[in-house]
Every structure is written in C-alpha cells, then in structure tokens.
C-alpha cells in the first residue's frame, strides 16, 4: 500500500530547456490556430458531416501547418 501511495506522489515534470520551452509554444499556437478554424467551420457549415470532416483534415493537415509556420531555415 506504501508503494502505491508513493507512486501516485510522485510529480511529473515537464522539461525545462530552451528548445522544449519553444516547442511547447509552438504546439500551442498551433492547436489555438487549428481550434479557431475549426470553430469558424462549426459556425459557417450547418451539416455534421462537413464539421466532422474538418476536425479529421485538420488533425492530417497539423503536421503540414507546423512545417510551414515553424519551419527554420
């Protein structure tokens, strides 16, 4: 019983760095970017199918957006 109380206290940290602090700021741009689209999709198409269809090519089409948005030389 100890061990699991132990276990269950034990904090997951998040790295730290300069390189995972810019990526996790990225990530999150992207999903705010991708949630606003798909927010103005809901509002604009009225059928289930074309909103559900836009969630789906969103989530193929995120791994493209962050290439272009994020893309260093």
Known sequence: MAAGARARA???RR???GY?????REVETLVLVLFVLNVF????????????????ASVLVAPVLYTFMFRRP
Do not use: D
């Open 20 to 24: 995972a602090t810019r990526r996790r």
């Open 41 to 56: 999709v809901w509002f604009v198409v009225p059928q289930w199918s074309g909103r559900a269809l836009a969630v789906v």
């Open 10 to 12: 034990r904090r997951v």
């Open 15 to 17: 790295p730290r760095g």
